[in-house]
């Protein structure tokens, strides 16, 4: 399973909701074919898929598009409360050293997707992150969303007098993303750099933390401790491959390949795996399809024709064949259903 498929608290939901809403878009925009609820909003103690979180982000950046920018100014927004019981374990702290160590030991409490790998020199410490594997947009947003969050974090835990050396990113922008990047605590944002790293000297790590509180750190990490030993080692494939079909995008139903790539196993071990589960891959290939059309279909944007193509059918008839198959009704009188009995000039 991928290093990213841990459950998470509502917080980074909470602040891409946020996010979004500033830059004009609507809830059910945000959250749509996430499978979150409002509901879910309002409970406190609700736990997402990564995935969920995944297709909400895919939804960002769809609409808004720059992922680099995007993600950048997007980790600004994680100030260490939006980590809960993990950020105070963090800020409490006895030093800065402290704070670093027991952060990479408990990265599955945060939001990250990246991989975050430590390295230090005679003056410098470094933070390296790795690519999550996922369609380049959205990694994109991903690696400078998780930098961006971890530089703020690092300022909020260790004090405002907190910079950095440099922020380098490996990937570059398409030539249309032409606005400006922020400056990250005093670095330029460089791009094609080879490597994911935010550098910032060594000094910060062996200063006493300035509201470092022995007790509350113990306190804090204790509960950090037993949320992760609740976490499941190893979620269903099945129920994976469900909530990944709502991460990818639009045009692209999950493939085998894809999945025993993001599973860590092989094509062979994934349908042993998946027969065991009761299930197959011709079965989840079939419900990712059948579930994107009702989603293009009851959205009225696309002709019946579009959506055949699009969800990668030779032609017209075949796709009506399919859907009549999957559902006991044509695509055209479930269009119809969907809006009300409306006509929808198809």
Known sequence: MQHWAFSRGLGGILVLIDFARRHGMSLSDTLAESGITQAQLRQPNADVA?????????????????????GLDMGLSFHFATYGIWGLALISS??????????????????AFTTIDY????????LVFGEPGL?????????????????????????????LRRFTLAMSRPCEDTAALPDILGAEVELGAGCNRIVFDRVFLERPLPQANAATAAMCQTLCRHQLDRQPASPPIAGFASHYRNAAPASAPVRLTELARMTNVSERTLKRRLKAEGT?????FAESRRARAETLLAANRLSIGDIAAELG??????????????????????????????????
Do not use: C
């Open 50 to 70: 990564a995935t969920q979180e995944l297709r909400v982000i895919a939804n960002i950046v769809q609409r808004l598009g720059d992922p680099v920018r995007l």
């Open 94 to 111: 006895a030093t800065g050293r402290d704070a670093m160590q027991f952060a990479l030991r408990s990265l599955p409490l945060t939001h």
């Open 119 to 126: 390295e230090e020199t005679e003056h410098h410490a470094a």
């Open 135 to 163: 369609p380049a947009d959205l990694e994109a947003f991903l690696i400078a969303r998780d930098m961006a969050a971890a530089s703020l974090l690092q300022r909020e835990v260790m004090g405002p007098d907190f910079v």
């Open 280 to 284: 197959s891959f011709r079965a989840l």
């Open 313 to 346: 059918f030779s032609d017209l008839s075949s796709f009506s064949q399919a859907f009549k198959r999957w559902t006991g009704v044509a695509p055209s009188a479930y269009r119809r259903q969907a809006l009300g009995g409306e006509t929808s000039g198809d």
